[in-house]
Every structure is written in C-alpha cells, then in structure tokens.
C-alpha cells in the first residue's frame, strides 16, 4: 500500500491505489478493508522514521462469544486525522468497526462507515441516578450544617404531614409515626449560643 504519514502535522494519506474498486458507474466506489489499513499503519510506525512518534491508532481484535464472533475495532487516536486522495468518489469502510469517519479530512470524497454492535452501553443524560443525587445532597449538607441528615424517603414524606413536637426546654425536635404516638425520630436542637431561649413547647398535630 502507499499510505503515507505527515508525522509532523498528524496527517494519515491514503490514495485510491490504496482501496479496492468496486464500481466505476456512474459514481466510483473504493473499499478500504481496514484490517490491511491498520497493518500498514503498523508498519509505517514500525518503521525507523514512525517508531519516535505516538501510536496512530488503538486495535481490538475480533472475539467470539458463545459461537458469536464480535468485529474487531480500530480506533485512530493522538490526534491523528485522515486524508483521502480528493475526488467525486465514495469509499465503503469494510472489515472493522472504527472512528475513521469521524478523523478524515472533508474534501469531495463520501466516506461510508458501517459500524455495528451487539450491545452498546446508552447513558441518558448525566448518568447520575436519583439515589446519586439524594446521596451528594445529603453529604453537603452534612458537611456544611453539621447537622445530622435522615436519608429515608419515607421518614422525610412523614415529616412534611405527620405530628411534630419541639421542645426547647429538652432542645429536642421529635417526628412521630402515623399514629401520632409513636416517635420515630428525635433531634438535639441548639440556638446560636449552644442553649435553648425558652422552656415553651412548639407542637404541630395534624388535623
């Protein structure tokens, strides 16, 4: 093959020589297998010029699982681009999953890339689950209040219906259970010098 690489400026240079052609009309289509490009590419790298520069891609080679064979994947990396010999042409990616379509350089050449896969992993959004996010709330305020925090769902949907007491001659706030007897949490309350202002007794009962 007479792929070329422009170590200087990152440049992968592959010719139509380089591919196969399988139609002429009324549109030209080359194959690259990308197998054979990688080895190449492992050559040019191999070589007394490349073997100074970073690695042109990463490869990972077919895997059979439970009588399935997995395509093998090449992915071009360090910053590396590809440039095909510029013409009204197309070229079908063959042979491999990889990114190439994604590095060449944009001339007149249609790249067609037929990746597949599987399984593939899908992330919506972030990927922080509500849990994730229940746990960094907590920790914040943890850390910035000192205060203790209650992570029960259930306990907190209480709080906002259920019977509260708070007794500032105990410095106590209690939460209690559906029956309105049963306390199911109590907290030490602190004024901003440590101690309680009153002895009266603050209390929320349901209607």
Do not use: C
């Not at 289509?29 to 054979?36: F, G, P």
């Amino acid at each position: 093959m007479t792929i070329t690489v422009d170590w200087a400026e990152k440049i992968i240079n592959v010719n139509k020589i380089d591919m196969t052609l399988i139609q002429s009309t009324p549109k030209e289509i080359y194959e690259l297998d990308i197998d054979v490009f990688r080895l190449a590419l492992k050559n040019l790298e191999d070589s007394e010029e490349g073997m100074i520069f970073d690695d042109t891609h990463r490869h990972n080679t077919e895997v059979t699982v439970a009588g399935v064979v997995l395509s093998r994947v090449v992915e071009i990396i360090n910053d590396y681009t590809i440039t095909f010999e510029d013409g009204q042409y197309a070229v079908n990616l063959i042979g491999a999953n990889s990114n190439i379509a994604d590095v060449s350089n944009v001339n007149q050449v249609s790249i067609r890339s037929a990746n597949s896969a599987g399984l593939q992993t899908v992330v919506s959004g972030s990927g922080v689950t509500d849990q994730d996010k229940e746990d960094i709330a907590n920790e914040v305020w943890t850390h910035a209040t000192g205060v203790e925090v209650v992570d029960n769902v259930e306990f907190v949907k209480k709080t906002e219906g259920n019977r509260w007491r708070i007794d500032t001659s105990a410095k106590t706030l209690t939460i209690y259970d559906d029956d309105g007897v049963t306390p199911i949490k109590t907290f030490n309350l602190k004024d901003e010098i440590g101690t309680a202002s009153t002895d009266r007794v603050y209390e929320r009962v349901p209607a």
